[in-house]
């Protein structure tokens, strides 16, 4: 029989160290870490597929583990300290038998088994993120603050096989800063396309001579934290710092539509690879899915915790599936979980004010009476 892990439909990662199971069917969320190992430098910021069959999942925490959870077994089954570099994990891949890593300073790891030594690159330091392409696994793209795009072959690191160049000077003739936050490749195309710090859009094709963005859009006032790109690729989710989320069309290079609902800064959104629905997850400790062409809120639920990275399952008939008796909630207490065992102060009621006559409403249907005035003199 199947853990009832298997029947979640979105994996959320929080700033606590849990990972958060949701079953949108249900609307229900399970924990699954114990309380012993709850504390902050296990916050969650990377997670990524371990299989195509989605029956594992790679986690990346801030004390530099990697962990394994199984969702067939609905427990973690390894985990591997990955050393090296400074700062927390930007990007987390599979390639084959190994595990790809990239954490801020820029050193971009290839960890294999014990017995084999693993592959090291320099990218760049300030790096936001990094993220493989599926089509072609052994190529990942970084890239950060004042950090290019470029595109690395993992057979070949020596150098990028792609380097962006920065967009002219502005009308005062000023450089133009660099900020990539977020990026992904184009499926079946050799574009990528990235969101900046400072409200821009991109799309970039290696296969052109040009090494400038081919399209930019800007959107909104604040800087842009995740994008995902819709199916068929020709458009993109992106969400910014305040909680702003929108549809930009990367063919005509115009904003579509906003999403609304939200309420603190976007961390991670994912649109579904084939149904018209994108997840995204944030400092507001919601999970929200949205459907893409009528902007419709499909389901929204409170997770407790602020939360960093989510994996949306590849499932396409949540509807027409079993049910499942619920799973057990882990015993987990997260910060907003100490409010409920608090003791609640009464307050000590004031002293009671004598009623004035005035003070008493006239009953409908009678005028009040007139108070008689008494004389003080002849």
Same mark, same amino acid.
């Given at each position: 029989?199947?853990?009832?892990?298997?029947?979640?439909?979105v994996?959320?990662?929080s700033?606590?160290?849990?990972? /958060?199971?949701?079953?949108l069917?249900?609307r229900?969320?399970?924990?699954?870490l114990?309380?012993s190992?709850?504390?902050?430098?296990?916050?969650?910021c990377?997670?990524?597929?371990?299989?195509?069959?989605e029956?594992e999942?790679?986690?990346?925490c801030?004390?530099?583990?990697?962990k394994?959870?199984?969702?067939?077994k609905?427990?973690?089954?390894e985990?591997r300290q990955c050393p090296?570099g400074?700062?927390?994990?930007?990007g987390?891949?599979?390639?084959?038998?190994?595990f790809i890593?990239?954490v801020?300073?820029?050193?971009?790891q290839?960890?294999?088994?014990?017995?084999?030594?693993?592959?090291?690159t320099?990218?760049?330091?300030?790096v936001?993120?990094m993220r493989?392409n599926l089509?072609q696994p052994?190529?990942v793209?970084?890239?950060?603050?004042?950090?290019?795009?470029?595109i690395?072959?993992?057979?070949?690191?020596?150098?990028?096989?792609f380097?962006?160049?920065?967009v002219?000077n502005?009308w005062?003739?000023l450089?133009v800063?660099?900020?990539?936050?977020?990026l992904q490749?184009?499926?079946c195309?050799?574009?990528?396309?990235?969101?900046?710090?400072?409200?821009?859009?991109?799309?970039y094709?290696?296969?052109?001579?040009?090494?400038?963005?081919?399209?930019e859009?800007?959107?909104?006032e604040?800087?842009?934290?995740a994008?995902s790109?819709?199916p068929?690729?020709?458009?993109v989710?992106?969400?910014?710092?305040r909680?702003?989320v929108?549809l930009?069309d990367?063919?005509?290079?115009?904003?579509?539509?906003?999403?609304?609902?939200?309420?603190g800064?976007?961390?991670?959104?994912?649109?579904?690879?084939?149904l018209?629905l994108?997840?995204s997850?944030?400092?507001d400790r919601?999970?929200?899915?949205?459907h893409v062409?009528?902007?419709?809120?499909?389901h /929204?639920v409170?997770?407790?915790s602020r939360l960093?990275c989510l994996?949306?399952?590849s499932?396409?008939?949540?509807?027409?599936e079993?049910?499942?008796p619920?799973?057990?909630?882990?015993?987990v207490?997260e910060?907003?979980?100490?409010?409920?065992?608090?003791?609640t102060?009464?307050?000590?009621?004031g002293?009671?004010?004598?009623?004035?006559?005035?003070d008493?409403?006239?009953q409908?249907?009678?005028?009040?009476?007139k108070?008689?005035?008494t004389?003080?003199?002849?």
């Amino acid at each position: 029989m199947a853990s009832p892990a298997r029947w979640n439909h979105v994996w959320v990662g929080s700033e606590t160290g849990v990972l /958060k199971g949701v079953n949108l069917r249900r609307r229900q969320a399970t924990n699954y870490l114990a309380a012993s190992a709850l504390r902050r430098d296990q916050g969650i910021c990377a997670m990524c597929w371990g299989d195509p069959s989605e029956s594992e999942i790679l986690i990346g925490c801030l004390d530099r583990s990697v962990k394994l959870f199984s969702t067939e077994k609905g427990k973690f089954t390894e985990s591997r300290q990955c050393p090296g570099g400074e700062g927390s994990f930007c990007g987390l891949a599979v390639h084959d038998s190994s595990f790809i890593t990239c954490v801020e300073s820029g050193l971009l790891q290839v960890w294999r088994d014990a017995s084999s030594e693993n592959a090291e690159t320099q990218v760049g330091g300030g790096v936001c993120r990094m993220r493989q392409n599926l089509a072609q696994p052994q190529c990942v793209g970084t890239g950060g603050k004042e950090n290019a795009l470029k595109i690395w072959d993992l057979h070949r690191p020596e150098e990028p096989i792609f380097r962006a160049k920065n967009v002219r000077n502005d009308w005062l003739s000023l450089r133009v800063p660099v900020w990539e936050r977020d990026l992904q490749f184009l499926p079946c195309s050799e574009k990528i396309v990235t969101c900046t710090g400072y409200h821009q859009v991109r799309l970039y094709d290696p296969s052109s001579p040009q090494r400038r963005p081919m399209l930019e859009v800007t959107y909104g006032e604040y800087p842009l934290t995740a994008l995902s790109l819709t199916p068929g690729a020709n458009s993109v989710v992106v969400g910014s710092s305040r909680g702003d989320v929108a549809l930009i069309d990367l063919r005509q290079g115009r904003l579509v539509k906003c999403l609304k609902g939200f309420a603190g800064s976007v961390r991670s959104i994912q649109c579904h690879p084939t149904l018209p629905l994108v997840a995204s997850c944030g400092l507001d400790r919601f999970l929200r899915v949205h459907h893409v062409e009528d902007k419709r809120l499909v389901h /929204k639920v409170y997770l407790k915790s602020r939360l960093n990275c989510l994996l949306l399952t590849s499932c396409e008939k949540w509807e027409d599936e079993e049910p499942e008796p619920a799973a057990p909630q882990a015993d987990v207490k997260e910060e907003d979980e100490l409010w409920d065992v608090m003791e609640t102060v009464a307050t000590k009621a004031g002293p009671k004010r004598r009623a004035h006559p005035n003070d008493q409403e006239p009953q409908l249907g009678k005028r009040p009476k007139k108070q008689k005035r008494t004389s003080t003199g002849p």
